[in-house]
């Protein structure tokens, strides 16, 4: 067992000599954006306490490990701490709140995909994740503005006929997520 632990060792010690800036940059951005997805999302209370330490190790598992399932758990843990804030501590609920959590789960998300196909050792002009995060940008933008736009249509359609455009678009997403996964198993 101590010779499997030297040799992980011996292995990241390897890896962190070869690797190179831009990779490097990129992970500890995904770093980042779960940290603060969770910063927004948990309840000032249990930020303010011990908690903060497990969550910013947590944290760090896309980051290491970006081709697991780190990303996703982190985004879930995110969400989590939101409902754990609007439903047990009686946050009330802010625009700004959810678009800068949607944001940064979103961001760490391109991130974490970005990280799992960038070796750690690679050069990599500042283009690549300059591009990257300009895509990224682009699509939080237009979310948002669909999103405000949304809301505001929320107040005048009311109803019954909401709820059924709610459903439709419900369905559509879950529709498009088959889809999507069932084509990502045939490749």
């Given at each position: 067992?101590?010779?499997?632990?030297?040799?992980?060792?011996?292995?990241?010690?390897?890896?962190?000599?070869?690797?190179?800036?831009?990779?490097?940059?990129?992970?500890?951005?995904?770093?980042?954006?779960?940290?603060?997805?969770?910063?927004?999302?948990?309840?000032?209370?249990?930020?303010?306490?011990?908690?903060?330490?497990?969550?910013?190790?947590?944290?760090?598992?896309?980051?290491?490990?970006?081709?697991?399932?780190?990303?996703?758990?982190?985004?879930?843990?995110?969400?989590?701490?939101?409902?754990?804030?609007?439903?047990?501590?009686?946050?009330?609920?802010?625009?700004?709140?959810?678009?800068?959590?949607?944001?940064?789960?979103?961001?760490?998300?391109?991130?974490?995909?970005?990280?799992?196909?960038?070796?750690?050792?690679?050069?990599?002009?500042?283009?690549?994740?300059?591009?990257?995060l300009g895509?990224?940008?682009?699509?939080?933008?237009?979310?948002?503005?669909?999103?405000?736009?949304?809301?505001?249509?929320?107040?005048?359609?009311?109803?019954?006929?909401?709820?059924?455009a709610t459903?439709?678009?419900?369905?559509?997403?879950?529709?498009?997520?088959?889809?999507?996964?069932?084509?990502?198993?045939r490749e």
């Amino acid at each position: 067992m101590l010779t499997a632990i030297t040799k992980r060792a011996g292995r990241l010690r390897t890896t962190l000599k070869r690797a190179t800036a831009v990779p490097l940059m990129i992970r500890g951005s995904v770093w980042l954006t779960g940290l603060l997805a969770m910063g927004v999302a948990w309840p000032e209370e249990l930020l303010a306490s011990r908690w903060l330490g497990l969550l910013a190790l947590f944290a760090l598992w896309p980051a290491l490990a970006p081709a697991g399932r780190g990303g996703s758990a982190v985004a879930l843990v995110a969400v989590a701490g939101w409902l754990l804030d609007t439903a047990g501590f009686d946050a009330r609920v802010a625009l700004w709140r959810v678009l800068t959590l949607a944001a940064l789960l979103y961001l760490g998300h391109t991130l974490t995909a970005l990280a799992a196909v960038l070796p750690i050792d690679a050069i990599v002009n500042l283009d690549v994740p300059g591009i990257w995060l300009g895509r990224a940008a682009v699509v939080i933008l237009i979310s948002s503005v669909l999103i405000v736009l949304a809301l505001g249509l929320t107040a005048d359609l009311g109803g019954s006929a909401f709820q059924v455009a709610t459903l439709v678009g419900l369905s559509g997403a879950a529709a498009v997520t088959m889809l999507l996964a069932r084509m990502g198993r045939r490749e």
